[in-house]
């Protein structure tokens, strides 16, 4: 035989454009069932994506916030002693953590044993749980925190029956304006100011906050301070965390309990990854179902089929054709879910950022590492179906129904 004649009866090869041609034909053939098929794959994807997305732009919003809160913020509470009684700090210890070379700022809050209602209508025993707390004037610039109605205590108010309500006591006491009065004890109180919510230290919005004269000249407080309140530079927080307890109350610093409230929020996002972890695992299972419901798909697509692939190997197409064109079905099927997934977990992220007041942040990698994963899943289940279908004798396929 001439080099010729082999020439004409070598097979020929399909073109990249005519392999995903006819790949997409198989799949415009079974609509109702390739999006349905689709849709597992879509559902996985569009879970990891989402997760991802949220997780990565809820930390970005957390970050953001403490750089604007600041985490050079140190707390230091009075506790108990060994026999059980409350400690009180010294009337000056603020003055001698002022005395701390890295501290910038110090003030102090005292807590007052006094009842709050909205009016004397109101009885003792049904009092909305509001504490109240003897505050230095000095203390919104301590803590970054921010005075949504009304004013602050002055040097004038300090003196007064004058009070300043956190945000929760505002509202469980049913006061929206400035210009009210509650009744403090037997006393009846101004309120001169409503706070907004003050993120790292959220005991504040449910108290209601005096002067430290008001509050001896009213209520008898002793003055000793229970919590102080100090900012330092970054790079010296945690010197300054390290000597606070015995500054505050020399000789019993094992009863002061020194924290840092940024912690809270770094915990916070401890917590979110853990739980972002999770999300993803039960997003790889809806990827996995997903996998199945393709492979089940394409393995009944050469069921229904054989007669088709019959033809085509009768007219010259090789297994190792065959084998290619299934795969690129299962390939396309599972490239469809992957992209419908990832714009619907995009979108997801960008709404639901958008309700929560964060900046939407989609990581390129989960994009990126989503549409490989589907196609991974794509391969893996379309192998099977395709060997399968190029083990297909022609004359048995044709023979067939």
Partial sequence: MSAANDARLRPARLSPVDVLRVGASGLRSRRA???????????????????????????????ARLDRLGTNLLTAEAGKDVDGKEVKLPVNAVAMVERIGPVLAATATGHVDVRVRRSDVVPEEMAPGVTTQAARTDLLDALGAKVARGRWLDAASERLPAVVLGAIAADRLGITEPGAKILMGDEWFVVTGILAKVELVPTIDRVALVGFPSAVRYFGFDGHPTMIFERSTDASVTAVRDVLARTVNPGDEHSVTVSRPSDALAAKAATDRGLTTLMLGLGAVALLVGGVGVANTMVISVLERRQEIGLRRAIGATRGAIRVQFLTESLLLSALGGVVGAVLGSAATFGFARVQGWTAVVPMWALGGGLGATLVIGVLAGLYPAVRASRVRPTVALNSG
């Avoid at 069932?33 to 957390?62: E, F, K, N, P």
């Fill in 33 to 63: 069932r390739v999006l349905l098929s689709a849709l597992g794959i879509a559902i996985g994807i569009a879970t990891m994506v989402a997760v991802v997305g949220l997780s990565t732009s809820s930390r970005a919003d957390l970050l």
